[in-house]
């Protein structure tokens, strides 16, 4: 049976994510924000009562899932079909989201593109010892630069996932980008006054910090700020939790290299759809 979680769901929910804490960095850190209750598109499975998956559709149709009973596929498919905001983007570890896929495809969601995405994890001692004897820092973003902030986030939106949000809500896409920047979640590399280098500091639990948004504006890059940038938010982030991860297109072959340069190890896959919405709505 699927229904939706609330604030008494919340142990239960935190105990079956934390048995995969990398795996499911994002789904915890809003449990753990509190959400359970405030958000209808937390939903679970339960079978005879005892919790068994976990699925997130949110606001705008990002999609999450944590399964621990294959019986749970069909009707979280159905599920996330009947629900008034539809599938959008999904993402998550491959063993979990490709048999979800199969499950939620027959209902005519149509995708843009499928992708498979290697997640990186970095703690300090795979850091190059360039890297950690570097005393470079990165600042935390201003409300100043808000506007370079949402200028290079559309445009690595549009690169690196064929999508263009600030183009289906301009001020939604700026509200968000503004309240990130208030909480210390977007952080750059400045060359006399211009951003060089920036990245967002989104959800962590004890394990790791996620890391996404890495991006170097396009009259910069091929200098060096994009290795310069991320082995020094990736020392200070290491300062609070034990390790910093992210994930990125398996095809991106610069991005992987850059990477693996810095002490990023491949642990595990994810794999993301990015849906025709239209489609899946109908």
């Known amino acids: 049976m699927v229904c939706g ?12 994510l934390r048995v995969r804490p990398l795996h499911n960095v994002f789904l915890e850190y809003l449990v753990r924000a509190g959400v359970l209750g405030r958000m209808a598109g937390f939903m679970g499975y339960r079978n005879q009562r005892r919790l068994e998956a976990v699925l997130l559709i949110g ?12 019986d749970a596929y069909a009707p979280l498919a159905k599920a996330a079909h009947q629900f008034p905001v539809r599938p959008r983007h999904i993402v998550g570890p491959e063993d979990i989201t490709t048999p979800f896929w199969k499950a939620y495809a027959p209902y005519g969601a149509r995708p843009r593109w499928e992708r498979r995405e290697p997640m990186y994890v970095v703690s300090a001692r ?6 950690r004897n570097s005393s470079e820092r990165l600042q935390p973003a201003t409300e100043v630069d808000l506007a370079e902030v949402v200028e290079n986030s559309a445009l690595q939106h549009r690169e690196d996932l064929k999508d263009d949000p600030f183009a289906l809500d301009p001020e939604g896409f700026r509200a968000r980008h503004l309240n990130d920047i208030r909480e210390q979640r977007w952080w750059v590399l400045r060359e006399r006054g211009r951003i060089v280098f920036e990245v967002h500091v989104g959800a962590e639990n004890e394990r790791t910090v ?3 948004g890495v991006m170097t504006p396009p009259d910069f890059r091929n200098r060096g700020y994009a290795s310069r940038g991320l082995a020094a938010i990736v ?28 002490g990023f190890r491949n642990l595990f ?10 489609a899946a709505s109908e």
């Open 5 to 16: 979680l609330g604030v008494s769901d919340t142990i239960e929910t935190l105990l079956l």
């Open 59 to 70: 606001p705008l149709g990002e999609t999450a899932l944590e399964v621990h009973n294959p």
């Open 126 to 131: 795979d850091l190059p010892d360039a890297s």
């Open 210 to 212: 996620q890391i996404g």
């Open 235 to 262: 020392r200070q982030l290491l300062e609070r939790r034990p390790a910093v991860s992210l994930f990125c297109d398996e095809a991106n072959l610069a991005a992987r290299h850059v990477y693996q340069k810095l």
């Open 269 to 278: 896959f994810y794999r993301s759809w990015l849906l025709d919405q239209g």
